[in-house]
């Protein structure tokens, strides 16, 4: 057994090969990638982003591979990263390290920057930059990626949305980012902006709502919104017309010229903006006598309840949890 997989063993957490499935076809070169873990709404732990990371890579320079699928086993995409893990990680809790989020081994002599200093947040939160931390992996995809969004498509989900060639949604998705409500920022927020539209964007960004799959729709960032039950079929459908369109090497010519056209537009500096924003959050303060949510240590003691409580501060259709949208 790896030391990555003892360790997720020893928090209950399930090893990253677990979270994260892999398979090809080379007959028809397509590839998916399956994420796994639908009882924690396919919440991504720090090893399951690295191993996605990896995996979008290889499929990149693998000749059996012209088309990627990412899908997701449950009624949900994904809520995002595993919050509880990463804040444990940050404040030195359990069995995870900084030096493992930013993939340093565990075996190397480097010392992470300390608390207090501004490198502590922004060695994590700018190396989201970097295709290998997961985050805008699908930007370095030189062939043609299709995402299958179903119920949540959250946090970490929602970055892939913004990256990925083409977005399949069935009607009941929701489109979002709890980072709106808990702390102002997000590692993808100039691709969004790209893709949205700014004044959209905006309004999702200050309201913290989460948009419908129409909504989606309407501002061009997904391609199509279909019923649930019909939702594998669809993006089947996609993935093989793109298998059976011009050859891989015309692909990798095609993904070329759209590279240039988002860098164009600022996309990587987009995400070195970003990270530099979240970078200042420590020294960000609070309005006084204000019930919003802060991600402090009274709040991280019970998160779920905190998250709830918040969650019921705003109107019930602008809710992020079904649950709480129910209440309408």
Request: net charge negative; aromatic share 10%; proline share 5%.
């Amino acid at each position: 057994m790896t030391e990555q997989a003892q360790r997720t063993e020893r928090d209950d957490r399930p090893a990253p090969e677990q979270i994260v499935l892999y398979e090809k076809d080379p007959k028809t070169k397509i590839a998916t990638i399956t994420l796994d873990r639908a009882n924690e709404l396919n919440a991504m732990t720090i090893g399951a982003q690295h191993r996605y990371a990896d995996l979008v890579h290889n499929a990149s320079i693998d000749d059996d591979v012209k088309v990627l699928v990412i899908r997701a086993n449950g009624p949900n995409l994904g809520s995002g990263a595993d919050l509880a893990e990463l804040l444990d990680t940050m404040a030195g809790r359990g069995e995870g390290s900084m030096n493992q989020a930013v993939r340093v081994p565990d075996d190397a002599d480097v010392t992470y920057p300390p608390v207090g200093t501004y490198r502590r947040r922004a060695s994590t939160v700018q190396f989201y930059t970097d295709p290998s931390a997961g985050m805008r992996s699908l930007q370095d995809f030189k062939k043609i990626s299709i995402l299958e969004v179903r119920g949540y498509c959250y946090g970490w989900h929602f970055y892939q949305a913004a990256d990925a060639d083409i977005v399949v949604a069935s009607e009941d998705s929701l489109f979002g980012h709890a980072a709106w409500r808990y702390a102002g920022f997000a590692a993808r927020q100039w691709q969004w902006c790209n893709t949205m539209g700014a004044r959209k964007f905006m309004e999702m960004v200050f309201t913290g709502r989460p948009f419908t799959a129409k909504e989606m729709y309407d501002c061009n960032f997904v391609n199509a919104v279909v019923p649930f039950e019909d939702l594998e079929a669809m993006t089947d459908k996609y993935a093989l017309a793109c298998s059976r369109s011009r050859p891989t090497d015309t692909v990798f010519a095609q993904k070329t010229f759209f590279e240039i056209y988002k860098q164009h537009q600022g996309e990587y500096m987009g995400s070195i903006v970003a990270g530099l924003l979240e970078s200042t959050l420590d020294q960000l303060m609070p309005d006084p006598n204000t019930a919003g949510m802060e991600l402090d240590e009274d709040t991280l003691g019970n998160l779920t309840d905190t998250v709830k409580d918040n969650d019921s501060q705003f109107p019930p259709d602008w809710r992020l949890s079904r649950r709480g949208r129910a209440a309408n």
